[in-house]
């Protein structure tokens, strides 16, 4: 795998975050605040295409390396969408969670040096 590979790799993990971010802005709201129907549809198709722009350069991925190299790193999207959430969110991350992320970090470096 390059280089670029491993890029793209962990630039279709930090689309499924954002994705995920904005689809939680959409929805509801980061502070709190009515938003109309037009503002939450905007959010809502921004999380939407970063979700289409991940499946389709992720099946662009898929032809050309083999799944049991690739799929290893969608076990990232927890580790940042809980760092993300905990970030840009301000939601609170108890320790037994923190504790978690770090063991998904150990098991994909395990996996992806063998």
């Known amino acids: 795998m390059t280089a670029f590979t491993l890029f793209l790799c962990l630039f279709c993990q930090v689309l499924v975050v954002a994705g995920n971010l904005l ?5 509801a709201g980061i502070d709190g605040q009515e ?8 959010w809502l198709f921004a999380g939407i295409a970063l979700f289409g722009l991940w499946f389709f350069l992720w099946l662009d991925l898929l032809t050309k390396y083999e799944l049991s190299q690739l799929y290893a790193f969608e076990g990232l999207a927890p580790v940042f969408l809980m760092a993300a959430a905990w970030l840009f969110l301000g939601e609170k991350v108890p320790l037994r969670g923190w504790i978690g992320v770090s063991l998904i970090g150990a098991g994909l470096m395990l996996v992806a040096a063998a």
């Not at 689809?23 to 929805?27: I, P, Q």
């Not at 938003?35 to 905007?42: A, M, N, P």
């Open 35 to 42: 938003r109309s129907r037009v503002q939450t549809g905007l």
């Open 23 to 27: 689809l939680k802005h959409a929805m």
